[in-house]
């Protein structure tokens, strides 16, 4: 949008449709998306994983016009702003930190709550509260409180820690992902032109300038397109650094194995994969209003009206625990109000809510094995073991949360205790899986170290960009969408002003 409207000519290649169905625009409508086939997200098997009993993990990410935003869960937190001090690296020819980043996130933010110094109240992206809570959300946020987490109004503006409702990028009852943001207003702008349903194969390089890209259309056409200024690559985390590879971006000796001939030798590509691995637990009620019944009837309300259950988060509240040594945000719970079976689907007929544990400041790190169109995913989840113990006590102070919340069917059972050290964490390692955030296999920093400088170039190559989560040099401990428009507005801004 920055660059259309800034009187630029852009060439929009995606993969996936652009349709834009009622599941995607309704925000509780892909309720039970994940389980089923569906044609705005892929699922990627990932690498059996050592530290997970052996076993492969779904690696979901969305596809067609707004990406993984189209079928998020909607929830808008920008982590906590010693991170971003962290991508700030001596060296780097851009300042990173979260003082610089701040201007960012607010000129694509449009929030009416928190402190107006730290809220965009003017920008595309309108932000609104969950209110109208119901007895099970207000309760887990009470009791929060009384294990000693406290109680937070706006986790953007007063820090992470404790318990309260998250901003969420919906607006009138409907999803404000990327393309209802940034790209529906310029869709019909004689400056831009979209290709969908096209998988861009291969970035067309003379020497070391890009030049354009080739594509595959779902009709069998390929073409070349070609640019006069920037290639930017914004395929996330999983595609980008495949796309450099098929390029003959990336490490030598393993561009040789795929018979992909070597344009630049860039070892760190697809280096440094970081993902948040979460654990649920399930916990079963006596008579909350949980969301476990068809909803077919609240599908009218949401057609009719833009009323009723249709128009929620999935996750409207949530809660952040600290570190033992005050470290920021190194837990964050998310408060589903239905039970899930593993493959995501809901467990219908069984009154209940599930609270997840996530992982935000992970140790673990990860990478990526290309093949010739081809990718092998090792997260390496639970590979360090600060993050078993992490993980472990955060299973414990949630477990203490359950206990005191009023409607929980205390009969059934509160899941993992009295349970030992030892059989906690086989749970841990049996059920624990991805939360989609995979970052930093394009990563950001210094040349022979890093795939892109700080203005987002990759290193060694001219007029070529990355540009999505594949950049962040640290995973930011939450949520990641709030951080991936961050960096695009940076992103445009240098485009325009360099
Ligand atoms: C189920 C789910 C729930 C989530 N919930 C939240 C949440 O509540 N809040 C939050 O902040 N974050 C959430 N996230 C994470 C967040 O959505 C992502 O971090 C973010 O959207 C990543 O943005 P990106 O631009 O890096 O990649 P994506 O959004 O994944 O975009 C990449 C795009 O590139 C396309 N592409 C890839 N390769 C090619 C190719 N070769 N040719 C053409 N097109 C290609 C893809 O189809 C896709 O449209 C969730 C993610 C998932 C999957």
């Known amino acids: 949008m920055r660059l259309v409207e800034a009187g630029h000519t852009v060439v929009l290649v995606e993969q996936g449709p652009a349709e834009r169905s009622e599941t995607i625009r309704m925000p509780l409508g892909l309720r039970s998306g994940l389980a089923r086939p569906h044609t705005r997200y892929k699922s990627l098997s990932s690498a059996r994983q050592v530290h997970l009993a052996g076993r492969a993990v779904d690696l979901h990410h969305g596809i067609g016009l707004g990406g993984s935003a189209a079928i998020n869960a909607m929830i808008h937190t920008r982590g906590s702003p010693d991170i971003y001090d962290r991508w700030n690296m001596p060296g780097v020819n851009t300042d990173w930190s979260y003082q610089a980043c701040l201007p960012f996130f607010r000129k694509y933010e449009r929030a009416a709550h928190g402190a107006s110094e730290c809220r965009g109240r003017d920008g595309p992206l309108h932000l609104t509260q969950s209110a109208n809570l119901e007895s099970c959300e207000r309760d887990f946020i009470n009791c929060c409180g009384l294990v000693g987490l406290g109680e937070n109004s706006d986790f953007n503006t007063y820090g992470l820690l404790g318990a309260g409702a998250f901003d969420v990028s919906i607006y009138k009852g409907v999803r404000q992902d990327t393309y209802e943001t940034f790209l529906q207003a310029i869709m019909h702008s004689n400056l831009l032109t979209t290709f969908t349903g096209s998988v861009a194969t291969r970035i067309l390089l003379d020497g070391k300038r890009a030049r354009g890209i080739a594509l595959s259309r779902d009709n069998g056409d390929e073409i070349e397109i070609g640019c006069r200024r920037d290639v930017i690559v914004c395929a996330g985390a999983l595609g980008s650094p495949q796309l450099l590879f098929n390029s003959g971006i990336g490490d030598g000796a393993a561009l040789q194995l795929a018979g992909i001939d070597c344009n630049l030798h860039l070892p760190t590509v697809g280096k440094n994969l970081q993902d948040h691995v979460e654990f649920h637990i399930p916990v079963k009620t006596v008579r909350s209003k949980s969301l476990n019944f068809s909803m077919a009837a609240a599908r009218w309300g949401w057609r009719l009206l833009r009323r009723g259950k249709m128009i929620n988060a999935p996750v409207r509240v949530g809660a952040f625990l600290g570190g033992e040594n005050a470290e920021l945000g190194l837990i964050q719970y998310h408060f589903y109000r239905w039970l899930l079976r593993d493959d995501w689907a809901p467990d219908y007929g069984t009154p209940g809510f599930q609270i997840s544990v996530g992982l935000v400041r992970p140790k673990s790190r990860g990478s990526l094995e290309f093949r010739k169109n081809d990718l092998v995913a090792n997260p390496s989840y639970l590979s360090h073991d600060d993050d078993v113990a992490a993980m472990v006590r955060g299973i414990r102070v949630l477990r203490s949360v359950i206990n005191r919340m009023v409607d929980v069917d205390k009969t059934a059972g509160i899941p993992f205790e009295p349970v030992g050290e030892q059989e906690l964490v086989s749970h841990l390692r049996a059920k624990s899986t991805s939360s989609f955030h995979y970052s930093g296999t394009c990563v950001m920093g210094l040349a022979g170290s890093s795939v892109v400088d700080g203005t987002l170039m990759v290193h060694g ?32 801004w240098h485009i325009l002003n360099t």
């Not at 950049?471 to 951080?483: C, E, H, K, R």
């Open 461 to 492: 190559v001219t007029g070529l960009r990355v540009v999505d989560a594949s950049v962040f040099p640290v995973l930011p401990n939450t949520n990641t969408g709030a951080s991936v428009c961050m960096v695009a507005e940076k992103a445009c």
